[in-house]
């Protein structure tokens, strides 16, 4: 009897496999198999009030008092997560290839969301939104946003900017006519230059005011830059690191017709941004895209504000959310933020998911497209989360 079961077992376990192995929905070809993203670790998620402690208004703020700013960081951020890797940089070359299609499609006065570091100033500097927020699970995000915060409001060009973040001194006066080619190769004229690295520290910890322990965060952060210079990348602090362009490199990239977007392209681009850092209008939050409480606070706000999100870098964060009860929160989360046909996703598909965003069954292995939002939203009023696949290929 005893042997007879365990016959029994292997024969219900093998034909279950074999039902599995040869479905349809798991082998068919036009499927990209996942890749697997690193390991994020995630506060604690509970169920957190919405509060509205800002007040309701007919239109977003020209310009956010500096206390208003800090409480705004506050009260939308959830409790820190973690990455494995520390991301100072970003690590996408193709970037800047859907911000043509951006300018066509962006309204003025909108909302811009993202997540990460730089690359959302040259979103910013592009798009030329009326308010912005920046959404990343590591608080040490949300400092480095801070840092740069401060060094826009100490400079008063490029050049100075370049030099501060930096911490190179160059001799020779910097032309604001420069190209951002110019302007590295003015800044490559320049070594390290410790006591003007502890100078420039000294007062970007002054205007922040932070605890010891963020002060510290920010000091690190700082010290990488200072230490590393334009050449710093992705994998600079972390040799597992994904590999990718130079800073320098990021910031001169150029679209398909010749023209370089980034931050630091022009003056104007540059001045732009430094002006929404003045009025304090980028708010770096710390929060889970899947969390209870920053995305869905932000819409509060907007809300309130007869305010509509124009268009939401997500980078590649969606594959670390696939698993079902995270990607539901996910897309419960866009759907309470205030869109329209018009709002876009920016995203950076990955090897296979860059291909399923293709008609053809080749292409880039790595590719930055615009999405629909409204087909999240208009997925959760129906009752069901769209699939990422369905969101992709809807990609343009």
């Known amino acids: ?85 520390e991301n100072f940089l970003s690590n996408e070359r193709s970037y800047q290839d859907p ?28 798009m030329r939104p009326a308010m912005a927020f920046i959404i990343d699970i590591r608080r040490q995000n949300m400092l480095e946003l ?11 060009n490029r050049g100075e900017f370049a030099s501060l973040l930096f911490s190179r001194r160059p001799t020779a ?51 990488v830059f200072y230490s590393i210079g334009p050449n710093l990348t992705y994998a600079s602090t972390n040799r597992y690191a994904p590999s990718g362009p130079s800073y320098e490199e990021l910031m001169t990239y150029r679209d398909d017709t010749g023209r370089n977007w980034s931050y630091l392209a022009s003056e104007e681009n540059f001045r732009f941004v430094k002006e929404m850092q003045r009025k304090n209008l980028i708010v770096p939050l710390v929060g889970d895209f899947a969390g209870p409480k920053a995305i869905r606070t932000v819409g509060r706000y907007l809300t309130d504000h007869h305010a509509m999100v124009g268009a939401f870098y997500v980078s590649n964060v969606e594959m670390y959310i696939l698993a079902s009860p995270q990607w539901k929160s996910f897309c419960r989360n866009v759907a ?29 292995r790595n590719v930055s497209v615009l999405s629909p939002m409204i087909d999240v939203l208009t997925g959760v009023t129906k009752g069901y989360a769209p699939s990422y696949y369905e969101l992709i290929r809807a990609s343009r």
């Open 1 to 85: 009897m005893e042997n007879r079961a365990r016959l029994y077992t292997t024969a219900v376990l093998i034909l279950i496999g074999g039902v599995v192995f040869w479905h349809p929905s798991v082998w068919r070809s036009n499927i990209p198999i996942p890749l697997s993203p690193p390991p994020i670790t995630r506060a604690a998620e509970t169920d957190l009030p919405i509060a509205n402690s800002f007040g309701t208004a007919v239109s977003l703020p020209e310009e956010l008092p500096s206390e208003t700013f800090f409480k705004m960081i506050r009260e939308f951020s959830e409790p820190g997560g973690s990455f494995m890797y």
């Open 146 to 156: 801070l840092m740069y915060k401060a060094l826009f409001r100490m400079a008063s």
């Open 336 to 364: 309470a933020l205030p869109m329209d046909q018009s709002s876009v996703f920016i995203r950076f598909l990955i090897g296979r998911y860059a291909y399923a965003s293709s008609s053809l069954s080749f292409g880039p």
């Open 99 to 126: 911000i043509p299609s951006l300018m066509r499609e962006a309204k003025a006065g909108r909302v811009y969301l993202g997540v990460g570091p730089e690359q959302n100033f040259t979103y910013i500097a592009a």
């Open 173 to 223: 006066r910097f032309d604001e006519r420069s190209d951002a080619e110019d302007l590295f190769q003015w800044l490559a004229s320049a070594s390290r230059d410790d006591r003007f690295f502890e100078k420039n520290l000294s007062e970007i910890q002054r205007q922040l005011a932070l605890d010891s322990e963020d002060a510290q965060i920010v000091e690190d952060v700082y010290r």
